[in-house]
Nanobody, 127 residues
Framework: QVQLVESGGGLVQAGGSLRLSCAASGRTFSSYHMGWFRQAPRKEREFVARINKSGTYTVYVDSVKGRFTISRDNAKNTVYLQMNSLKPEDTAVYYC????????????????????WGQGTQVTVSS
């Protein structure tokens, strides 16, 4: 099974940017679709974005469309989340996750669809 380690979180002012990275090791990274989720205090873990194995297809939750970009570099076994125009409501622990199964629609955004998870990285946006 793939092992995942996130990095790049931190404290940023509203309107600022951060780039999260998720490094994978273990089984072949390019055989996994990758997702980013986030969990704010006292809230459920929610889907943020997903990218397919080859990096040719992405999907986002409506609240981050136009501000966040998911990408991957299969040569470096890494998936990224570029976050621009950050808002205080983006404050959360961000997790990357891996899924071997090709999924469409709502299934792609369900946390139960993902096989492996990182430990998370904290993102705090101050107003």
């Amino acid at each position: 099974q793939v092992q995942l380690v996130e990095s790049g979180g931190g404290l940023v002012q509203a309107g600022g940017s951060l780039r999260l990275s998720c490094a994978a090791s273990g089984r072949t990274f390019s055989s996994y679709h990758m997702g980013w989720f986030r969990q704010a205090p006292r809230k459920e873990r929610e889907f943020v974005a997903r990218i397919n194995k080859s990096g040719t297809y992405t999907v986002y939750v409506d609240s981050v469309k136009g501000r966040f970009t998911i990408s991957r570099d299969n040569a470096k076994n890494t998936v990224y989340l570029q976050m621009n125009s950050l808002k205080p409501e983006d404050t959360a622990v961000y997790y990357c996750a891996a899924d071997q199964v090709t999924r469409l629609g709502a299934a792609a955004g369900r946390k139960e669809s993902y096989d492996a998870w990182g430990q998370g990285t904290q993102v705090t946006v101050s107003s």
